[in-house]
């Protein structure tokens, strides 16, 4: 066993790492000549056989810890779960497996993160709780992963006139000071990544297979070196390529940004158009914008019908960053509880605290209360004037979503535009078309009053 490990991650890692040895795994044919067949290929826990297992040591207060202990049995049964205990067993006696394991990794430069560390990146254990991946294998500054920036998606088969306007995206933000969070495949990704590290920026490879070889690559090294690029990867260095694996990454690209560009894609396949409609759809991280000139495709046009946004080509670091309304309010992750007490796993798959971003003010079964005058002030009442601080400019309904760090648009409709609509602190950019996907919401001269009235100085709580 690794002592450079705690034992909570050693146990994850016991438990849902592969260990492969040069991304080979053993034979299943028998050998001849009197020898021993070797034994069957032992698979470890996938991501949800392992949230369900956390989930179960978590209702009777234990931890993946107390499995490497003299009462590691004890704790099996206690759990009540229904994998198989015995290769529970045989992945937690892969001692020496993850030593060879680790002493590779380490001669690659790669390091190896689990949920029980404090500097896993805080964004994945709030935005994907508990399916964000319970171990993350890298090379680079891992602090970069907890900068936030903006992700760049696209084909991989693209003209090179795609490719230069991924990369002059890249050279911009290197010089807004944000970060590009890729895939790191050819195409669309590399050029923006190429693009942001080329003008002295950073970049985040959010590889699906192939972190060895990246690691190793000529290219690379240097970035890698200076700090400037990251590459990391849920799944173990040496895997071959999947396709659910890459699919499965889209979402730790969209959750470790601030916002998101498509810069091209086909409609109804591929990677780039189901990692952008799950967001549009269902996840709702950050918001997404398209390519606005150049060639059109319907993959475009029908992320703008989804809920998208067209992307207005800032020509200026200051544009970027006011498009992205780098302000704290806005892409501020919240906080996560302090790290518990001695003997206490830091928020491993298994949550001993329940983190909620979205739902801090919404009205039991979606209705609205009523609040007299003469009432407290609740959350319900408090709804307008949370709006009104973070609102900045002209800010987009998706826009206004993550700075509130909702997700229900009715919420924020009912609770927060309306009432500001009415009271005449806001108004919209198209009056005329209220439902448009352009549409944006921007202070009056009344809301400025109120904010001055109600000491608003102070910026939104996360």
Known sequence: MNADFSPNAQAILLLTAPLLAGGRRRSKRPQTGGKRAPPPNLKPLSAAEYRDFARQLRAVQREPADLLGSDATETLCASGTNLDRERIQRLLGRGFLLAQAVERWRAR???????????????????????APPVLYGCGDRTILNGGGLAVVGSREVNEDLIKYAEDVGRLAAGAKMAIVSGGARGTD?????????????????????????????????????GRLVLVCPYDPAARFLVGHA?????????????ALVVNSDRGRGGTWAGATEQLDKLRFVPVYVRADGERSKGLEAL?????????????PDLLQRILRADPSRAQVPALPSRPESGQYHLPLAERWEVREDRVDEPVGG???????????????KSPDRLLRVISAEMSRQELLAA???????NLRERYLRPCLQEGWI????????SSRNQRFRLT?????????MGAGAAEPG
């Open 109 to 131: 430069a790669l390091w190896i993160m689990t949920r029980a560390d404090a500097d896993y990146p805080k964004r994945l254990k709030v935005r994907l709780r508990e399916n």
């Open 190 to 226: 590399q050029a923006a990544m190429r693009g942001a590290l080329d003008a002295g920026g950073r970049s985040v490879g959010v590889l699906a297979n192939g972190l060895e070889r990246a690691a190793l690559n000529r290219g690379n090294r240097n970035f890698l070196m200076d």
């Open 247 to 259: 699919m499965q990454r889209n979402k730790l690209i969209y959750a470790l940004s601030d916002a």
């Open 304 to 316: 703008l019908g989804r809920g998208a946004e067209a992307w207005t080509n800032p020509k200026t």
């Open 367 to 381: 209705a609205t209360e009523h609040v007299s005058e003469s009432a407290p002030r609740t959350s319900a009442a």
């Open 404 to 410: 509130l760090k909702l997700r229900d648009v009715r």
């Open 427 to 434: 108004e919209m950019t198209i009056p005329d078309k209220p």
């Open 445 to 453: 001269a009344a809301g400025r009053n109120h904010l001055e009235e």
